[in-house]
């Protein structure tokens, strides 16, 4: 079955305390990109990543950072989390960036 | 400034009700898609509209993109409790290097039985 899969679902920590939230697609997807869905402001692209070892900023980058070492995987980290990204982060990939997304089922941050 | 603008924000209608739900813009798209979140998970594809004037129907859903591709509407006949979820557009704006969609805000759609 065609997937994105994100890790883990939930999760509560605490300021300052660095997570990573891990993105597999199995779809052979060149493109893949983080959002973040805040109530009022929609999905807005955190970073995206056109192919194996090429990443580029979105339109939220600020205190994230990502890696994409392997074409299936675009894990997103947080190093050192503040309130401020308490969010619903989702991970989406697609053939080319403006062709249909798959997106995974999301992952609630809260960071207190 | 927010690139693609949907209305209404939220819409709540009685089941077998009609509805039209807009996605707006000052700019061009090459493309636009229409996109259904139900709580839980992510947003699944509804369609791609792509020529100016498209008129594409998905079952109850009727989608139609402008003529002059800045804006798309989409629109339910007899809307069922199984339409309820966050409607979602997206546009691709074509510019090379920029490959891209923008996301409006949608519109939360509730559908009472």
């Known amino acids: 079955e065609a997937q994105v899969t994100q890790n883990p679902r939930y999760l509560i920590t605490v300021t300052g305390k660095k997570l990573t939230v891990t993105c597999s697609q199995n779809?052979?997807?060149?493109?893949m990109s983080w959002y973040r869905q805040d109530p009022g402001l929609g999905l807005r692209q955190i970073y995206y990543s056109m192919n194996v070892e090429v990443t580029d900023k979105g339109d939220v980058p600020e205190g994230y950072k990502v890696s994409r070492k392997e074409k299936r995987n675009f894990p997103l980290i947080l190093e050192s989390p503040s309130p401020n990204q308490t969010s619903l982060y989702f991970c989406a990939s697609s053939l080319k960036g403006f062709q249909p997304q798959h997106f995974g089922d999301g992952t609630r941050l809260s960071i207190l | 400034t927010q690139l693609l603008e949907q209305s209404p924000q939220f819409l709540s209608i009685q089941e077998g009700e009609n509805l039209t739900v807009y996605c707006n813009s000052s700019?061009?798209?090459?493309?636009l898609q229409w996109y259904r979140q139900e709580p839980g998970e992510g947003p699944v594809l509804l369609v791609t509209v792509v020529t100016g004037g498209e008129v594409k129907k998905l079952k109850r859903l009727t989608f139609q993109f402008g003529d002059a591709r800045k804006d798309s509407s989409l629109h339910i006949t007899a809307a069922q409790p199984g339409d309820t979820g966050l409607y979602l557009c997206?546009?691709?704006?074509?510019?090379?290097?920029?490959?891209?969609?923008?996301f409006g805000t949608g519109t939360r759609l509730t559908i009472i039985p």
């Open positions: 997206a546009g691709d704006v074509g510019n090379f290097g920029n490959e891209k969609l923008t």
């Open positions: 700019s061009v798209f090459s493309s």
């Open positions: 779809m052979n997807h060149e493109y």
